[in-house]
């Protein structure tokens, strides 16, 4: 058990170093370097987004929204997929949220599903379209369901495609030690509701899901990794809903070579055509779509 609750700790910070920014979520064990890192960047849109002039186009004529996962910043979450919809004619916003304890994405998650609701609202008078698409990584697959399910939001998103959501919570690196003590206690150091709220089973997860996994309206499309380090089981990252409105896909479904974990799967251009594909298609991703494996 010692070892399995170090080895959780070396993933967590190895990761947070990842691309010299705060990476891993929900749950993070390097609040330091995770302070300076957002500090610097959260001032910083990834590139391609927040162009506030842009006008939606006939083939996109839906504004994408970014929302990036626990520690994690606009510019670190989003470095990649970006610039990729941005080059596809997308207009793309992206924002930082849940800053109570001065962390990117740490704060209460009905308080960061206000925030995002807000954002919405601008980006809506922006671009002068009715309703958002929504991608979303980690936390960021996760607390906009709040939004659309409990706020009302549900009438502005018409596609919402979650990566490696925290749909249900994890178990993964939230293990009991032989003193009773569990790695969120660790984590709690660091003042952080998110992580508490995303400990599977807690009073937010089930407030959250009581209304079901979907509700009507917005069309969901879950991507998700066998090699999730994060939220596990990874299979907890699904949603249940009506087929015509859900499509759940395991990215090595697709590629079964493709090795992505919980960070790198952001990075990977096989979930960027998975997202690319959810977007324009009528409805969630089809489920036929077989997406290039080349790296």
Not at 29 to 55: F, H, K, M, R, V
Not at 142 to 164: C, E, Q, T
Not at 197 to 226: C, M
Request: with cysteine; net charge negative.
């Amino acid at each position: 058990m010692q070892r399995r609750i170090f080895s959780g700790l070396a993933a967590l910070c190895l990761a947070a170093a990842t691309f010299g920014a705060p990476v891993i979520s929900p749950i993070s064990g390097n609040s330091a370097q995770a302070q300076s890192t957002s500090t610097a960047s959260l001032n910083i849109s990834p590139l391609g987004a927040n162009d506030w002039n842009c006008e939606p186009s006939a083939k996109h004529p839906r504004p994408v929204v970014l929302v990036h996962g626990t520690f994690e910043t606009m510019a670190d979450n989003w470095l990649t997929l970006s610039p990729t919809l941005k080059a596809q004619g997308y207009c793309v916003y992206a924002l930082n949220y849940g800053l109570e304890s001065g962390l990117p994405g740490t704060g209460d998650i009905r308080k960061s599903a206000a925030q995002l609701g807000d954002f919405v609202d601008k980006v809506r008078a922006a671009s002068g379209a009715s309703k958002v698409d929504m991608v979303g990584h980690s936390q960021g697959g996760m607390m906009p369901r709040w939004y659309m399910g409990h706020l009302g939001g549900a009438k502005y998103v018409n596609d919402f495609v979650a990566i490696s959501p925290s749909s249900h919570g994890t178990q993964g690196v939230i293990v009991p030690s032989s003193t009773g003590m569990t790695l969120i206690n660790v984590v709690g150091a660091v003042a952080c509701d998110a992580c508490m709220d995303q400990v599977a089973g807690s009073e937010f997860l089930t407030e959250l899901n009581s209304i079901g996994d979907t509700v009507k309206g917005p069309d969901y499309t879950v991507i998700a990794t066998k090699y999730d380090e994060v939220v596990t089981p990874y299979r907890s990252q699904f949603l249940d809903g009506p087929p015509e409105h859900v499509t759940n896909i395991l990215i090595q479904d697709k590629c079964p070579l493709d090795l992505s974990g919980h960070v790198g799967i952001n990075h990977d251009p096989v979930m960027h055509r998975l997202v690319l594909n959810a977007l324009s298609t009528e409805g969630p991703a089809d489920r036929a779509y077989r997406p290039s494996c080349t790296i």
